[in-house]
């Protein structure tokens, strides 16, 4: 096999592409519609940094500062007539929770919290907006 065969047949569909950051960039827009529409809440939806990269050392270092697998991407820490607090749980179209995930969702709800999956920038508007009319 020629090294342009060899190319044609392994770098074609199989490469391994870079991830589109999708669901960062619906949980930015999500943020930004947020601090643009409840300025004066702005400082209370915050983002639990969960997810990104870190080596073995760090990783650690974390968890012995309390981080916590599963934990929700954004909590608005307000309560409502209902809750005590909302928390999201950021996913692209098409991908669903980790096992982990889904028993820090059973864990918060028990504690009085509501607990969503977000998919997009209108069901987070929906939700938030939902949310905070059960004042």
């Keep these: ?3 342009e065969e060899m190319k044609a047949k392994y770098c074609g569909a199989n490469i391994r592409r870079k991830p589109k950051d999708e669901e960062h960039k619906i949980q ?3 943020i930004r519609w947020f601090r643009l529409q409840y300025p004066q809440l702005r400082n209370i939806l915050f983002a639990v940094p969960n997810a990104a990269r870190r080596s073995a050392r760090n990783g650690a270092y974390m968890k012995e500062e309390g981080m916590l ?3 929700a991407d954004l909590i608005l820490l307000k309560s409502n007539r209902f809750y005590g607090a909302l928390c999201i749980e950021m996913k ?3 991908e669903y929770q980790r096992a982990v995930q889904k028993e820090w969702q059973k864990e918060c709800e028990a504690a009085g919290n509501k607990y969503v999956v977000v998919r997009s920038l209108d069901d987070f ?3 938030v907006t939902d949310y905070l009319n059960d004042v």
């Design 69 to 71: 697998s599963g934990v």
């Design 125 to 127: 508007i929906k939700v």
């Design 1 to 3: 096999m020629t090294y």
């Design 28 to 30: 930015a827009s999500c």
């Design 92 to 94: 692209k179209p098409g």
